[in-house]
């Protein structure tokens, strides 16, 4: 199993699909936390001149087709499961000397030092995928054009986990906590607690250049982008449009991810990367 859903998320990241070898998807609904259904029109991505940094400019009117994204960043409990069935290698136990498995009282924090590959494989696994960056964008701003995914007001200790030290297991929040700091459309934690994995290849410049319909990024590129914030991030980096990046293999305290999925999509898909 595990062996199968390497090889068809590698396939994904160099811009294959199983269709295209004749495959079909196996369902493989094994997740089932709640998902939050966005539905398809317009929304504003991005920042205008003096609003936010260079990478996220234009700010421009985009369409998106309806999707669904979790409601909740994967928790410990959610990859431990998917560990234990696929006998996927584990990340690196941050709270002590033994295995994330046997670790007592980090069920429903976020799962951490996961790489994207490691993000890819849960969400295939769990019949989903990873959001693309716009979807992300979309679910945590809304259509209010807001700063935060709560709306406007600054953050603060309740609405996001943000400019922490490590402190162990009491870094980072459960991944159902925090109501006050939820999205419009009743996601949480899209700020702060940990950063999150997304589809797309990173480009500074590609807004500029991106379709208004449906954007899954560049074709190619050499980082992933990775977005949210996270427990150590400054409140300039909570905002909904802040960008952030970093290798597929990176692996931190603060990088964790959710899952997203077509509506109404009954199949597992492989990392689509390339689009």
Not at 160 to 179: C, D, H, I, M, Y
Not at 246 to 255: P, Q, S, Y
Request: charge should be neutral; glycine fraction near 10%; hydrophobic fraction near 35%.
């Amino acid at each position: 199993m595990k062996i199968l859903v390497t090889i068809l998320a590698l396939l994904g990241a160099w811009g294959f699909s199983p269709e295209a070898f004749g495959a079909t998807p196996v369902l493989m609904e094994k997740d089932p936390v709640e998902m939050v259904n966005i539905p398809a029109g317009t929304f504003i991505r991005g920042s205008a001149p003096g609003e936010g940094r260079l990478d996220e400019q234009p700010k421009q009117k985009i369409y998106l087709n309806s999707f669904a994204i979790d409601k909740y960043e994967v928790s410990n409990a959610r990859y431990i499961a998917f560990l234990e069935e696929t006998l996927h290698k584990p990340p690196f136990n941050v709270y002590g000397d033994g295995s994330l498995t046997s670790e007592k009282g980090i069920s429903d924090l976020p799962v951490v030092q996961v790489t994207w590959h490691d993000a890819v494989d849960y969400c295939f696994w769990a019949g989903k995928r990873l959001p693309t960056e716009a979807e992300w964008e979309k679910a945590a701003r809304g259509n209010d054009n807001r700063l935060y995914p709560w709306g406007n007001e600054p953050p603060t200790p309740e609405r996001a986990q943000f400019e922490r030290e490590w402190n162990g297991k009491k870094t980072l929040q459960n991944v159902n906590s925090l109501p006050a700091g939820q999205s419009a459309s009743g996601v949480f934690q899209l700020s702060g607690n940990v950063r999150e994995w997304t589809q797309d290849w990173y480009d500074a410049e590609y807004y500029p250049n991106a379709p208004d319909k449906n954007p899954k990024g560049p074709q190619t590129g050499i980082l992933k982008v990775i977005r949210g914030g996270s427990w150590r991030s400054f409140d300039t980096d909570l905002r909904v449009t802040s960008r952030g990046k970093g290798g597929f293999a990176l692996k931190t305290h603060g990088i964790g991810f959710r899952c997203a999925r077509d509506s109404g999509s009954q199949t597992g898909h492989p990392a689509q990367s390339g689009n």
